[in-house]
């Protein structure tokens, strides 16, 4: 079976920076594209970034466009989102999630593997 591990995350101040990893394990998802999604209190769970496979292609929400960066490691099946600058409103609990197919997408619904999720919180 998949299992997708996340790591980072914590309580940092607003302008900080925060990387989070993804090591997946039970299967090489090197044809896999991936995504970034986060869900804060009280809220729906929103798109944050996705990569396809090759990592040629990125796509960000224009809440974190200019702030974060996704990129991935298929030798160590591992997937990473760097985050600058944080802001108070980036405070949540972050997923990772893989597809079975190559393209990358912003819905939620098309992600078949997903990480425990890892909580980011950023004081004013």
């Known amino acids: 079976q998949v299992q997708l591990v996340q790591s980072g995350g914590g309580l940092v101040q607003a302008g900080d920076s925060l990387r989070l990893s993804c090591a997946a394990s039970g299967r090489t998802l090197s044809s896999s594209a991936m995504g970034w999604f986060r869900q804060a209190p009280g809220k729906e769970r929103e798109f944050v970034a996705t990569?396809?496979?090759?990592?040629?292609?990125?796509l960000y929400a224009r809440s974190v466009k200019g702030r974060c960066t996704i990129s991935r490691d298929n030798a160590k099946n591992t997937w990473y989102l760097q985050m600058n600058s944080l802001k108070p409103e980036d405070t949540a609990v972050y997923y990772c999630?893989?597809?079975?197919?190559?393209?990358?997408?912003?819905?939620?619904?098309?992600?078949?593997?997903w990480g425990q999720g890892t909580q980011v919180t950023v004081s004013s």
């Open positions: 999630a893989a597809r079975a197919i190559d393209r990358a997408d912003v819905r939620a619904s098309q992600y078949d593997y």
């Open positions: 990569i396809s496979a090759s990592g040629s292609f990125t």
